[in-house]
């Protein structure tokens, strides 16, 4: 299965709003496949999600997965809806596979409700929180055409890699 190629910043499809999945296309053998190739691709890059504009399909559908060691924590989403439950404003650090080598710190809520379709096309509904849930909102953000550094409300945290590894953090994760 081929690795896509990921869209950088400036690329338009990263503006674009997606479209929704039509009912057709649901749990069709095109869509699994597409879906295979975007989970391979995030996990040739070593990100924690990918969404279907950052590989130029402009549809509602992401993966994530927020521990690369634990395929459990892979979640497929397709004509995905957000709910916020919990505290807004938490701030971390965020990376993004479309932004290389930048990072920076984003307020996002807490606690998320995914309610979406599988790879099957089979409806599921979810709680997630803190990681999962910053992963999730990172991912239906490029679903509306906004990048993590839209989010930012103090540009003063942005960073390149080697900098953000050196003075802020271990672990690069990007989304
Ligand atoms: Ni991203």
Request: include cysteine; glycine fraction near 10%.
């Amino acid at each position: 299965m081929p690795i896509l190629k990921v869209a950088r910043m400036g690329h338009p499809v990263l503006r674009e709003k997606a479209r929704e999945i039509a009912p057709e296309g649901l749990g069709s053998p095109e869509l699994a496949g597409f879906i295979d190739d975007l989970i391979e691709t995030m996990q040739e890059y070593a990100g924690v999600g990918l969404a279907a504009p950052q590989v130029h399909e402009g549809l509602r559908l992401f993966v994530m997965q927020t521990d690369p060691d634990d395929e459990a924590t892979l979640r497929v989403a397709v004509n995905p809806k957000l709910t916020a439950l919990g505290a807004e404003g938490w701030e971390d650090w965020e990376g993004c596979l479309s932004i290389p080598d930048i990072h920076g710190r984003v307020p996002r809520n807490n606690r998320v409700r995914l309610e979406a379709l599988d790879a099957e096309g089979r409806a599921y509904s979810e709680e997630l929180e803190g990681f999962a849930a910053r992963v999730c909102q990172h991912e239906y953000d490029h679903l509306d055409g906004l990048i993590f550094i839209d989010r930012m409300r103090d540009f003063s945290t942005l960073c390149f890699g080697e900098e953000y590894r050196r003075y802020h953090a271990p672990r690069p994760k990007e989304g």
